[in-house]
């Protein structure tokens, strides 16, 4: 019985001493699987000898000819130049480095075969540095017969080592040394990347014979590869259910409908919930009354009304005896939902403690004191709430706001509070329920794969009464008729913000610019009280100034994009974004969402100065043509990849080896339903293939 790959350590192929492992070791490349599973990143073509008269400039080509001239040249560089000519024509080979044996032996009537890039040169084509082999030997070396892989660059490991490790491995490769993990039956049809086998997807990567279609494999489009991306995407996919699993494993609080304490909720409100709103409030209320930890997403366009949403399942876990927590992503976004927050649960005697890296001293102490003791039930604050010294009481449900600003990570962590309580096993602890909201809807596919641990709502209309924002794009050149209108629009007791952008991430020369600007805006509008907030203020200076302009005190607010996320003016009725082409559009979208909330009409003016490029026009076109966060997503997926739409903690956590969630967004659909039946039917292959395609990684390790 021959042994599988993974179990055959890289030590006992030929050539391999303790350094060369140790060096295979630190790439990840421990058994002969992993070997094969570090794939090309290109290939070149050395099958076939191209006439030197039909050479291209930009191609790497085989050539073969004999030399006829050979000449050292004295340029800005020495150099030597050799000419070498056959049936076709003549090119010249220009060596930068040589030495004297070299010079002699590259003489006039050497047969030789030359492999290089072809490049544009003083002699017209010529090849630099080309790798060659004389052809006038007893033996000469024979032409390649498969296309030529180049490994990814690995310290202190030579191409040609890595290939003759990638061969010995090939060699060993077979039907009955590697599993196939995905079984025959799941297969989805003709078209089905599972149509090709894992072996002969390997095969031809790190082999491909000549004649392989080599614009397919450089677009990653190549059935082998799309073989491979899709397992890929199938292991990350189950890495997530998993997680799922395990969770839902564990014992959750069971946290009832109270319906008194929803309608006294419900009746102190300034207002009715949306049908969306009640839908997803449902969902959540039914959620958390089984006792399984909820694992729920839910995605809401700006100003959709997502927290009261979360309120109302705090209001739910808070009736049954449990605490609940809010995290949101910044000082200020966690303050507003304070306000909020009091003013919704004080009516039904709830007490809300508040905790951010900024609460400090004996007022920390209180806190923390609150939380711990279960006199407060309600808990908001930032990240500092998975510190360490904090300890909850007994919580049931964690809410995450504004989730694209954090990693899988943290929320686990936030969810591993719940487990603060000390006990024998976690499996035998209540683990809390947990709510994710954005604002930054992801595309239904990509969130099929980067979330496939949660659960999803949307909550997808607005409340009543909201009219449209109209987004104008305007050069800067019209600067003076803007500051006009801002004018005119403040004396009729309208409010403003303006937008500073910076092309740098400095909160200093953001905080400059915006000074700049508030001091140019107040001396064309003396009679406006102009207000201004960038990163660099303290936190207490950041929140006087917020409230001032809640209240009215201020007409117009300069600000750097520190008000992006969640800050709610509904009196803000006109936002205008300088150099807006400077921004991407889930954030244009984020800061436009500031305004549009009260019931005057809104308008938002996107500021651009030239030059623009292309694909900043195509984003304030966008941003003009549409309101609807969902497709404004879709159209950032199509401009900037899937790395910076899920952010790149997202895609960090992700590693994808092979597969591209963008290029092969056509699969996940498949890998989905994939993933679930082998969870269902093939448990025993889920570990396997999570192992082969994340084994090294270790967040999946523990959930
Ligand atoms: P987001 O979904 O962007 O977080 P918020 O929860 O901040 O939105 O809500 C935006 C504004 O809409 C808030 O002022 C909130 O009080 C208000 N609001 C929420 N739901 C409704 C509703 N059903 N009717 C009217 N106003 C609402
Ligand atoms: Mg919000």
């Given at each position: 019985m021959s042994e599988f790959l993974h179990q055959i350590s890289v030590d006992t192929l030929r050539g391999v001493g303790p350094q060369l492992a140790t060096k295979l070791k630190k790439l990840g490349l421990y058994n002969l699987q992993d070997l094969l599973f570090h794939l090309p990143l290109r290939y070149i073509d050395r099958t076939q000898i191209t006439p030197i008269g039909g050479i291209q400039p930009m191609t790497e080509v085989v050539i073969e000819g004999e030399v006829r001239a050979s000449d050292v040249v004295f340029g800005r560089r020495r150099s030597l130049v050799c000419r070498m000519q056959d049936h076709s024509g003549v090119i010249s080979l220009r060596f930068f480095h040589f030495n004297r044996a070299q010079q002699e032996r590259l003489k006039p009537g050497t047969r030789l075969r030359c492999f290089g890039e072809v490049r544009r040169?003083?002699?017209?084509?010529?090849?630099?540095?080309?790798?060659?082999?004389?052809?006038?030997?007893?033996?000469?070396?024979?032409?390649?017969?498969?296309?030529?892989?180049?490994?990814?660059?690995?310290?202190?490991?030579?191409?040609?080592r890595i290939r003759d490790l990638c061969g010995q491995a090939l060699a060993q490769l077979s039907q009955s040394t590697i599993a196939e993990l995905l079984p025959a039956e799941l297969s989805w049809g003709d078209n089905s990347p599972f149509s090709v086998s894992l072996v002969e997807a390997l095969r031809l990567l790190h082999n491909p014979p000549p004649g392989t279609a080599l614009h397919l494999l450089a677009e990653g489009q190549h059935p082998a590869q799309q073989r491979l991306a899709a397992e890929e995407l199938v292991a990350h996919n189950l890495s997530l259910l998993k997680l799922r699993q395990k969770v839902q494993q564990q014992q959750a609080p069971v946290l009832l409908e109270d319906k008194t304490a929803k309608h006294k909720f419900l009746a102190q409100l300034a207002f009715d919930l949306t049908a969306a709103q009640q839908r997803v409030?449902?969902?959540?209320?039914?959620?958390?009354?089984?006792?399984?930890?909820?694992?729920?997403?839910?995605?809401?366009?700006?100003?959709?009304?997502?927290?009261?949403?979360?309120?109302?399942?705090?209001?739910?876990?808070?009736?049954?005896?449990?605490?609940?927590?809010?995290?949101a992503p910044t000082e200020i976004l966690a303050?507003?939902?304070?306000?909020?927050?009091?003013?919704?649960?004080?009516?039904?005697?709830?007490?809300?403690?508040?905790?951010?890296?900024?609460?400090?001293g004996k007022a920390r102490e209180m806190q923390l004191q609150a939380i711990a003791d279960g006199s407060a039930q309600m808990v908001v604050g930032t990240h500092a709430l998975f510190q360490d010294s904090v300890e909850f009481s007994d919580l049931g449900l964690s809410i995450i706001d504004e989730q694209h600003r954090f990693g899988v990570h943290q929320r686990l962590a936030l969810r591993n509070k719940g487990f603060a309580a000390k006990g024998p096993t976690l499996n035998q602890l209540p683990a809390p329920h947990q709510l994710i909201m954005t604002a930054t809807p992801i595309p239904r596919t990509l969130a099929m794969s980067a979330y496939a641990d949660l659960d999803c709502s949307v909550i997808d209309e607005l409340p009543p009464g909201r009219t449209p924002v109209e987004t104008l794009v305007l050069s800067n050149l019209r600067r003076n008729d803007i500051i006009e209108r801002l004018r005119v629009a403040c004396a009729s007791g309208r409010q403003a913000y303006w937008v500073c952008t910076l092309i740098e991430e400095s909160d200093v020369l953001e905080a400059q610019a915006a000074e700049a600007t508030a001091s140019e805006l107040q001396l064309?509008?003396?009679?406006?009280?102009?207000?201004?907030?960038?990163?660099?203020?303290?936190?207490?200076?950041?929140?006087?100034?917020?409230?001032?302009?809640?209240?009215?005190?201020?007409?117009?607010?300069?600000?750097?994009?520190?008000?992006?996320?969640?800050?709610?003016?509904?009196?803000?009725?006109?936002?205008?974004?300088?150099?807006?082409?400077?921004?991407?559009?889930?954030?244009?979208?984020?800061?436009?969402?500031?305004?549009?909330?009260?019931?005057?009409?809104?308008?938002?003016?996107?500021?651009?100065?030239?030059?623009?490029?292309?694909?900043?026009?195509?984003?304030?076109?966008?941003?003009?043509?549409?309101?609807?966060?969902?497709?404004?997503?879709?159209?950032?997926?199509?401009?900037?990849?899937?790395?910076?739409?899920?952010?790149t903690r997202q895609t960090g956590d992700m590693q994808l080896h092979i597969a591209d969630l963008q290029r092969d967004a056509h699969l996940l659909p498949q890998i989905k339903t994939t993933a679930e039946a082998l969870l269902l039917n093939h448990q025993s292959n889920v570990d396997p293939l999570i192992m082969r395609w994340l084994g090294h990684s270790e967040q999946y390790a523990q959930a």
């Open positions: 040169g003083k002699s017209g084509l010529e090849l630099y540095h080309p790798e060659y082999q004389y052809l006038d030997t007893p033996n000469p070396a024979q032409l390649e017969e498969t296309l030529t892989p180049i490994y990814p660059a690995t310290e202190g490991i030579t191409q040609t409030g449902d969902e959540i209320s039914a959620d958390i009354s089984t006792g399984i930890p909820m694992l729920r997403l839910v995605q809401g366009d700006v100003g959709s009304g997502k927290t009261v949403v979360a309120a109302m399942a705090a209001v739910q876990a808070i009736a049954n005896g449990k605490q609940a927590a809010l995290m303050d507003q939902h304070r306000i909020n927050f009091e003013q919704w649960l004080r009516p039904l005697g709830i007490r809300v403690a508040f905790l951010t890296g900024k609460v400090k064309m509008l003396p009679d406006l009280n102009i207000g201004l907030i960038h990163g660099r203020l303290k936190p207490r200076e950041k929140l006087e100034m917020m409230e001032a302009f809640k209240c009215g005190e201020i007409n117009l607010l300069v600000a750097t994009t520190v008000i992006e996320v969640g800050v709610d003016v509904p009196n803000a009725s006109l936002m205008i974004i300088d150099n807006a082409e400077r921004l991407g559009l889930s954030q244009l979208h984020q800061l436009r969402g500031r305004v549009g909330r009260g019931s005057q009409s809104s308008h938002c003016l996107l500021l651009y100065s030239m030059p623009i490029s292309a694909n900043g026009s195509a984003r304030l076109k966008i941003m003009h043509e549409t309101n609807d966060g969902f497709k404004i997503a879709e159209k950032d997926l199509e401009l900037r990849g899937p790395g910076e739409v899920l952010g």
